[in-house]
């Protein structure tokens, strides 16, 4: 059977992945055309690879057997193949197939791999994006017979993750697998993502030969500053200028092109018009160039045309199986003195360190460097990623989790690729070292419109905030935070408490920085009666020995080291800060050299140390060895205060155990489906808000507890059904267009009597015929009133980028005037619903206040967990606003007393 995919499913399957090597592949559906390609292939494979894949030997493929194997239905038979190149040159190098066995759920596979690139994972790779492509043709079996010899081919399957049964027949292996995404399935695939992805970055960081395309011999050009920078900052590879109107440039041949050079090149550097950047890409691409960076402008960064020009850029990378940084970046720095790189057009270079730096932005590349020269912090790496075409945060993140060289990740960002892959991978690496991101746009100015409350508060910034501290991603307001933080984390133990510690040879500025740390969650405690004590009789009369500790204008600079010892041996304290203003010169040298012999102390002991020149920043005091590291100066308490508060909350993430996905047995994930997909096909429309039955009917598929309730759509009806309900009873409007029922005066609560029941049907009737608005009520919902309860919101909305994000905050009527609500994104842990129910302000109602009872807030966690499932298995949830729901007394659970849902049948 001859089918055609149309372009939709046929980018739905396809997919660039990562080798082993650092290379790429693109795999994509098999098509027709592909027949002469195909016999291509099989004339390039070795008589033991024919033999291994068809299990006997073939020595000839006729055209009308490759014709065979390019037909597939793109249902019950389908075909990936992985390739190289593009247009003309395009060429197959593996394939992967599946056919169903007729009448059955299970499908038999094979592959096969040129031999040249064998050993680089593409078999792994057929096989997960297969398995895919089945589980959404309904195929939850895959059979594979595999010849005993195929070692290979086994280890594939068996190392795939899936669960597997294996029988032996005769000289052939049968291996059947069940396709169920496990979490072994994504734990295997997160890994080789990891490696494939750390292996394509040392193109990047550890190239051993670079070609800068667009070196110049012209002072202040970025290629002649690229170019120098390698030179002058002794990269130990080779380095070859291109540029075509010069034979010389730095005392160093040039070449007219990159195809010109000698010998194998891993990264091309290009500096020239953007409208010339195609045109050497495909030349990298013939060279066999395994990473280019593209420094140039004019691509997405400048509106449609430079999008239109930089996804041309992108299918020829992914297609000759190269990576690429930019368009728009500045380059990268790698300053450890094996590899000593420093490939961008920086005038600074910043001293070598442990703390790694990816910036979004390639302008502000340069201004960050200076500031970190300046601020005396040194970086293990730099890079700035620009348009982030292709290389990405994601990527550097998998790479710096495990690099020797780096413990402290700083981020510059200015959107998100993939927030859930993103908010993956930062949870694995925030749990060893610590990541600190600032963000642009913060201010909420990107208020969506929607039709549900949740929707509306759903902005931009709250997502951001979701995400990065479900990421276990310290924020920082500013780039001076984002330094401060990095420089304390960099040179600093991690403080196993809040208890601070503040002496200082001025009043005004110790009592500052108390106040900062105060309002960042930090304690100034008592210091122990031992410490107060031999502090008097070290300082001076007029001196403060209490904390924060004021010296006095009379101290001596000796005196500082005998109290930071003290400090240094209390138990009350977690951190110490000091403060000098110094008189003379002289006198900072002297303390400078006192916290030098101090400071290796502190460390041992595991005290955080930091020191506050009142107008002077950064890491300043070294302290001799790397391993000694730097006690970091800040300028003013408030920096000092934001930097503290951030490297405790790392501290503490550190020693929070680890959330989980929970897993619910009294679901009936079939039944609301069936739900969803009859109120979509009674609406006969793509989206629809869901009636009141079918809200009820599937908040009760997963366990939701809703109030009692009756719909009614006369006056006579209203009272029978609050008779059936028993009095008293509230009167809801019922109406699927209607988002505020209070906006329309469409509730009356509290009617104790049949007679007051029907009085609020048509008082609410009034109410609509009055605003003209009489076809929207469809009836009343006749509610029993429930008694006491604290009103909380709950609610779901499908941010654009982020994916389902989930509400919890302060419900009821002023649920979107006071804002008090926090975000998650889905899905949700144990952990996350745990903290989400005390980010709000409202959480101390719950817990009781002033003498009332405890609420139960174990089964509000219980239910933002079980919306997380919902959501999970029924993707069409667009948006959802429970409000209120009334959270009991403690052990009475909760009862949600009103809630709409919208679903959509274009969701994935």
């Known amino acids: 059977m001859t089918a055609e995919l149309d372009g939709k499913s046929f980018e739905k399957y396809s997919i660039s992945v990562a080798l082993k090597d650092g290379s790429s592949l693109h795999l994509r559906p098999i098509k027709m055309s592909d027949e002469e390609r195909l016999l291509a292939l099989f004339s390039r494979m070795s008589k033991q690879t024919i033999y291994l894949r068809f299990h006997h030997v073939l020595t000839h493929m006729s055209r009308e057997e490759a014709r065979r194997f390019c037909t597939v239905d793109y249902v019950d038979t389908f075909a990936l193949v992985g390739t190289l190149g593009e247009g003309p040159e395009e060429r197959i190098i593996a394939v992967g197939r599946y056919a169903r066995q007729p009448g059955a759920n299970r499908a038999q596979i094979a592959f096969e791999v040129e031999d040249k690139y064998q050993g680089l994972g593409i078999g792994t790779h057929l096989l997960d994006q297969l398995a895919y492509t089945a589980r959404d043709k309904g195929i939850t079996m895959f059979e594979a017979e595999v010849l005993a010899e195929n070692k290979d081919m086994m280890n594939v399957l068996i190392n795939s993750g899936f669960n597997m049964q294996r029988q032996y027949q005769g000289t052939t292996y049968i291996g059947i697998m069940d396709l169920a995404p496990t979490d072994v399935v994504e734990q295997k695939s997160s890994e080789r993502e990891k490696f494939t992805s750390i292996a394509s970055l040392r193109a990047f960081l550890n190239p051993k030969s670079v070609a800068v395309i667009g070196a110049s011999r012209r002072p202040n050009t970025i290629g002649n500053f690229v170019f120098r920078n390698l030179i002058q ?43 010339k950047v195609q045109q050497v890409v495909e030349e990298c691409a013939h060279k066999g ?28 990378i992914r297609s000759y199986g190269m990576r690429m940084l930019g368009p728009n970046c500045m380059g990268m720095i790698n300053t450890n003195p094996e590899i000593n790189l420093n490939a961008t057009f920086s005038a600074v270079v910043p001293p070598p360190g442990n703390i790694a730096f990816a910036t979004q932005s390639g302008v502000l590349g340069s201004a960050i460097l200076m500031y970190a020269t300046n601020l005396n912090i040194g970086l293990s790496t730099f890079v700035s990623i620009g348009n982030r075409a292709d290389v990405s945060s ?230 001799g060895s790397r391993e000694n590291r730097y006690v970091p100066s800040f300028a003013f308490p408030e920096s000092t205060a934001g930097a503290l508060s951030r490297a405790l909350e790392f501290s503490q993430r550190l020693r929070k155990p680890t959330g989980k996905i929970p897993e619910f047995s009294d679901i009936n994930k079939e039944k609301a489906e069936g739900i969803i997909q009859s109120a979509l096909a009674k609406a006969g429309k793509n989206q629809v808000w869901l009636d009141a039955e079918s809200i009820l009917g599937l908040l009760d598929c997963y366990g939701i ?80 009133m429930v008694q006491g309860g604290i009103e909380v919101i709950v609610g779901v909305t499908q941010h654009p980028a982020f994916g389902p994000l989930i509400m919890f905050g302060l419900g009821g009527i002023y649920a979107e005037l006071f804002k008090d609500v926090t975000f998650s994104i889905h899905p949700l842990t144990d952990l996350d619903a745990h903290d989400m129910v005390r980010a709000v302000k409202a959480y101390q109602l719950l817990e009781g206040w002033r003498g009332s009872k405890r609420a139960d807030i174990p089964s509000i966690e219980d239910l933002l967990l079980r919306i997380s499932a919902l959501v999970e298995n029924h993707p069409q949830v667009l948006e959802m606003d429970l409000n209120p729901v009334k959270v009991l007394n403690d052990g009475d659970g909760y009862l949600v007393v009103d809630g709409r849902i919208l679903v959509s049948a274009d969701a994935e």
């Open 233 to 275: 900052q002794d990269f130990k590879g080779v380095v070859y200028p291109v540029n075509p109107n010069a034979e010389v440039i730095a005392a160093v041949k040039a070449y007219p092109s990159i195809l010109d050079i000698p010998g194998d090149i891993d990264l091309a550097i290009i500096s020239i018009p953007a409208d």
């Open 289 to 316: 160039v395994r990473g280019v960076v593209v420094l140039t402008s004019g691509f997405s960064d400048i509106g449609a045309d430079g999008m239109e020009r930089q996804n041309k850029l992108v299918n020829t």
């Open 394 to 623: 994601n990527e550097l993140l998998q790479y710096w989790e495990d690099d020797p060289d780096t413990d402290v990740v700083l981020l510059y960002l200015e959107s998100f690729g993939n927030p859930r892959k993103f908010t993956r991978i930062a949870r694995s690496i925030t749990a060893k070292k610590p990541v600190v991101a600032v963000t642009s746009n913060r201010t909420p100015l990107q208020v969506r419109v929607s039709n549900s409350q949740t929707g509306s508060m759903a902005t931009d910034e709250a997502a951001t905030e979701a995400l990065f501290k479900q990421a276990g991603i310290l924020r920082a307001d500013t780039l001076e935070d984002l330094f401060d933080t990095g420089s304390l984390l960099a040179n600093q133990p991690l403080p196993l408490g809040n208890r601070v510690a503040i002496i200082s040879n001025a009043g005004g500025p110790a009592l500052l920085t108390a106040d900062a740390c105060k309002a960042r969650g930090l304690e100034i405690p008592v210091l122990s009666s031992n410490t107060t004590d031999q502090l008097k009789a070290l300082l001076s009369p007029r001196a403060n020995s209490s904390n924060p500790i004021d010296m006095s204008p009379e101290f001596a600079i000796p005196q500082y080291r005998d109290a930071l010892k003290l400090l240094l041996t209390d138990e009350n304290v977690d951190i110490v800060v000091v403060i000098f203003i110094p008189p003379i010169l002289k006198l900072s040298e002297e303390f400078a050299a006192i916290i030098r012999e101090v400071a290796p102390l502190f460390r041992e002991r595991g005290k955080p140390l930091v020191t506050s020149f009142l107008g002077l920043r950064g890491a300043r005091i070294e302290l």
């Open 705 to 784: 507890r809703f109030v009692t309730l009756k719909l009614a759509k006369t006056p006579s009806e209203a009272s029978a059904a609050a008779e059936e309900v028993g009095c008293p009873v509230a009167v809801k409007i019922l109406s699927s267009t209607i988002s505020q029922k209070t906006d329309v005066e469409g509730v009356v609560l509290d009617c104790r009597s049949r007679g007051e029941v029907e009085k609020a049907f048509v008082r609410i009737s009034d109410n609509l015929q009055r605003i003209g608005k009489p076809e929207d009520m469809q009836g009343v919902i006749i509610q029993k």
